[in-house]
Nanobody, 125 residues
Framework: VQLLASGGGLVQAGGSLRLSCAAS????????MGWFRQAPGKECEFVAV????????FYADSVKGRAAISRDNAQNTVYLQMNSLKPEDTAVYYC???????????????????WGQGTLVTVSS
């Protein structure tokens, strides 16, 4: 599975960004998808995940109400819309994929075998 993330950039606090991640190499609907992020000097942090059908979604408390994850199985793409961005959202955002083997949708980074290259989001105050 190859993942190509895009959409990062510099944005002012209070602004919005939409991250995209295009997947290839496997039937997209056989993948749970998600986003994690890593800020400088910090551990990798769960942001949001979406199951293969798009029917189950989970968010980290830190982004709940400000983020929306979605997927388009026809376009093999997962999205992360981030609104009301804060300086503490500054991080490299990674798209991840997990081959569906159960109904569980993982929220721990070690479970995900496939990672994109990361896209940097910088929020200025």
């Amino acid at each position: 599975v190859q993942l190509l993330a895009s959409g990062g950039g510099l944005v002012q606090a209070g602004g919005s960004l939409r991250l995209s991640c295009a997947a290839s190499g496997r039937t997209f609907s056989s993948l749970h998808m998600g986003w994690f992020r890593q800020a400088p000097g910090k551990e990798c942090e769960f942001v949001a995940v979406i199951d293969w059908s798009g029917g189950r979604i989970f968010y980290a408390d830190s982004v709940k109400g400000r983020a929306a994850i979605s997927r388009d199985n026809a376009q093999n793409t997962v999205y992360l819309q981030m609104n009301s961005l804060k300086p503490e959202d500054t991080a490299v955002y990674y798209c991840v994929a997990d081959i569906v083997t159960s109904s569980l949708v993982p929220t721990t980074p070690s479970v995900y075998d496939y990672w994109g290259q990361g896209t940097l989001v910088t929020v200025s105050s």
